[in-house]
């Protein structure tokens, strides 16, 4: 009878322990589970945030390129030359037109790189071309690269025309390429 306590308090002992110790290892699991629920959520919250952050800053971009492109129909070189001033219009408008199709993800949108280069590297020498020389032949020429700025920057239509392509049919004019 004694060996049959001793037995059962044993397996009693034994049974409480191996409960104690699946509690704790449950207690463990369920800690663990929890940890790692939050951190997928900090990180899927630090990835909102570095979307939105990158999302902000592509728009301040764009907002910077879409007035650098009109401040430069309003330079004093454009108000002495008509003819320059609409190009730079029709680039301006161009510039914004591509600007919004690149945020909506159109395709036939030129790329960011290329609207930067176009208004912050080509066109203000070619501005400052006109100012120093100041004759017919380079207002010409300046405005003839402005058009094709424009055409190169314009969204391209599925059969392989452009969009000013369209806007030169109906205003009666051929592009010159």
């Known amino acids: 009878m004694k060996i049959h306590a001793l037995t059962t308090a044993v397996a009693a002992l034994v049974s409480l322990v ?23 959520q900090w990180h899927a919250q630090r990835r909102r945030q570095i979307r939105t952050m990158e999302q902000r800053a592509l728009l301040a971009t764009m907002r910077s390129l879409s007035e650098e492109a009109a401040l430069l129909s309003c330079s004093q070189v454009a108000t002495c030359h008509p ?11 161009t510039v914004v037109h591509s600007l919004a199709d690149l945020h909506h993800g159109r395709t ?16 203000p020498p ?6 120093t020389y100041d004759d017919k032949l380079t207002l010409q020429s300046v405005c003839r690269q402005f058009r094709q700025m ?6 391209k239509i599925p059969n392989g025309a452009s969009a000013t392509d369209t806007q030169f049919a109906f205003s009666g004019e051929l ?3």
């Open 18 to 40: 191996g409960s104690l110790m699946a509690n704790l290892a449950a207690r463990d699991l369920v800690l663990v589970i929890a940890l790692a629920t939050l951190f997928v």
């Open 83 to 93: 003819e320059l001033r609409c190009e730079l219009h029709i680039f301006e408008r």
């Open 108 to 123: 036939g949108a030129p790329a960011l790189s290329v609207i930067q280069r176009c208004v912050k590297v080509i066109a």
């Open 126 to 131: 070619l501005l400052a071309a006109v100012q």
């Open 150 to 155: 424009s055409q190169r920057l314009a969204p």
């Open 175 to 177: 592009p010159n390429r």
